[in-house]
C-alpha cells in the first residue's frame, strides 16, 4: 500500500475514569472517515495511574472490546496502551487490534523508576514489528523513547510510533528525541502525548507528531484534537535508496 492515512488522538485523559473516557474518545473519532490506523496514547483509559490494583484489565476487558468495535466500525487498526493483567502479572501494555479483531501486544521495556512504575507494573521483554497492509511498524511506549538501541531499526521498519503521557517539563526532550529517532531509523516516527493535567498535578502540553525520516515534524500543538496524516512508501524507499544510512548501521547483541 503506498499511501497510509494514521489519525492521530490527543486527549485530555480524565483521571482514572476508564468508561468515561471511553465514551469520550468516542465522540472524538466519530467524525474519522477512510484512515487506516489509530493511535491513542500511552494508558489512554486512565491516565498515567500507579493504581493498577482498582484499574486492572484483562485483554478480554471492557477497553480491549472497545477497541475491537472500533476498528471494525471505521476499518481501521487501533493503538493505545492500557493497564493490563495476564498470569497475575500487571503491565503497561500497548495493544494493537486489526479490523479483524486479531491482536498484537507490546508490553513496555523500559519503566519510568522516577515515577515508581518498576513497582507497580512488570517490564516486558520482547520488541515487536507489527505488519499491517504493506507496512511494517514498531510501536513502543513512553519512557521507552529515551533508549535509543531498543529502537534501532535492525528489522527494516517504515513507521516508528510511541505512545506517552509526557509531561510539561520535559516537553523539549520530548520533541527532540522523537526528532532524532525518526533521523537515526530512517523511519517515520509517530507520537501520541496527552494535554491538560492529570490527577497527579503533572501537566502535559500535547505535541503529538508525525515526522518524516528526514526529521521534518508537523506537532500537533497543546490543544486537544484528532488529525490524520497521509505517509508514502515511494517516498520513504526513495529517501533510503537515495541516503542509504541503515547499510552502515552497527551490528549489536542486545543482553536482556
Known amino acids: 500500500m503506498e499511501k497510509f492515512t494514521i489519525t492521530l488522538a490527543q486527549p485530555d485523559i480524565i483521571w482514572e475514569q476508564p468508561q468515561t473516557n471511553l465514551n469520550k474518545y468516542s465522540e472524538m473519532l466519530a467524525p474519522v472517515d477512510k484512515t487506516d490506523?489509530?493511535?491513542?496514547?500511552?494508558?489512554?483509559?486512565t491516565g498515567f495511574s500507579m493504581q493498577p490494583e482498582k484499574l486492572k484489565e484483562s485483554m478480554d476487558g471492557p477497553a480491549v472490546q472497545w477497541m475491537k468495535k472500533l476498528a471494525s466500525e471505521k476499518d481501521a487498526a487501533v493503538v493505545g496502551s492500557l493497564i493490563i493483567e495476564d498470569n497475575e502479572k500487571v503491565?503497561?501494555?500497548?495493544?494493537?487490534?486489526f479490523p479483524n479483531g486479531k491482536i498484537e501486544i507490546y508490553d513496555k521495556r523500559h519503566l519510568f523508576t522516577m515515577g515508581e512504575e518498576n513497582r507497580h507494573y512488570s517490564a516486558g521483554s520482547e520488541k515487536r514489528i507489527v505488519e499491517y497492509k504493506g507496512w511494517r511498524f514498531c510501536p513502543l511506549v513512553c519512557y521507552d523513547l529515551r533508549f535509543p538501541v531498543w529502537s534501532r531499526n535492525t528489522e527494516d521498519y517504515d513507521v516508528l510510533i510511541y505512545v506517552a503521557n509526557w509531561p510539561a517539563p520535559r516537553h523539549e526532550v520530548w520533541k527532540t528525541l522523537l526528532q532524532a529517532r525518526a533521523i537515526e531509523n530512517q523511519a517515520y516516527c509517530v507520537g501520541v502525548n496527552r494535554t491538560g493535567t492529570d490527577g497527579a498535578g503533572l501537566d502535559y502540553l500535547g505535541d503529538s507528531v508525525l515526522i518524516d525520516a528526514k526529521g521534518n515534524a508537523r506537532f500537533l500543538g497543546a490543544n486537544e484534537q484528532v488529525t490524520s496524516f497521509e505517509v508514502s512508501m515511494v517516498e520513504l524507499q526513495k529517501f533510503r535508496k537515495k541516503f542509504p544510512v541503515l547499510n552502515d548501521r552497527d551490528e549489536f547483541q542486545l543482553l536482556l
Open 91 to 97: 503491565f503497561n501494555r500497548l495493544v494493537w487490534v
Open 37 to 45: 490506523l489509530i493511535v491513542l496514547p500511552e494508558m489512554f483509559t
